[in-house]
């Protein structure tokens, strides 16, 4: 497969930051619901905020990478059977994608480092804590990190029930090509 | 009629006029931060968790002639609850435990005030906690009063108690076992006299 782009196909790097971005999204939806009602003596209690923290920084490294792939290699053209709505339903969806999943992968941060404490990622780095206005913010970024964490699910399961449409009924390429085809 | 009335207002006005010379108020210097309100619970049972209240007021009064007729008011704003580990905190604060923003406060107010000799003190009072009120014993100590160097004068008291946040309507600790279910409270309260 082509690393980038071109005009009709997605390259590796497109398809590859595409679905692992799409598996981590999901991963740490279930993860994040799961662990939160963990008994506090569960072997899990304390790795399963660790693993959703890490997976978490790295989701948004993704995201960034992705937004600038972007521009250095645009994705390819829509197909011509794709319609006037389709187009400009697809790409509001696409941009409030990654706008939403920014959000919360930056107040995931927020709340970790609400008051001062680095945000360790499996212990091989950290991400030193930049704004820490302690109680309030780490209660605000929690609100905003559930509330849009379910917005995103939301809409990322709206724009795969996009992708089955156009596969089933309009017997389109348009996800064969998310998978490089 | 009127007579009376005056008479009895009169009365009134002296009684308390009595009173207010002898009870000294005392409001806890809380802008020197010279107060705490620290607690320790047991961590599964093998060492103890410290935590405190970084927010509260107070006031207490107190007549060296009449120390039974002390009165002791605390308010605490359960927001600032405080155990130096974010997330520990954050989760203290949500409706599991603490539910700070349906229970913003918690307070105690004084039912009974016993000196007991050697300056120790049995100080009960009304403790209200996620809007449950249980009465409770202080088991306190006068520490020392005096004049201080900036032209105040002060007043403090140091005081222990435990209860059980179960009995509060804490649901969350029902996940901890019972080694964690008691809360020990440390209370070392200095007033300025008003």
Redesign the interface.
Known sequence: MRIKNNPEKFGLIAVVLHWSIALATFFLFGLGLWMIDL???DTWYQKG?RLHEGIGVFLFFFLVIRILWRHFSPPPTALKNHKKWEKMSSKVAHIMLNILLLVITISGYL?????S?ALSVFGWFSLPATLSKG?SQ??LA?DVHLVLAWAVIVLAAVHALGAIKHHLIDKDRTLKRMLGQ | MKKILILLVAGLMNITAINSAQAEDYILDIEGAHAFINFKVKHLGYSWLYGRFNTFTGKFSYDELNPSAATVEIEIDTNSIDSNHVKRDKHLRDDEFLDVKEFPKSTFVSTSFNETGDGKIILKGDFTLNGVTKNITINAEHIGHGDDPWGGYRRGFYGTTSFKPAEYGLGGMDKLNADSAEVFLELSLEGIRQ
Request: glycine residues 8%.
């Open positions: 008994a506090y003596y905020p709340i970790v480092t609400a008051e404490d109680a780490a209660d929690g």
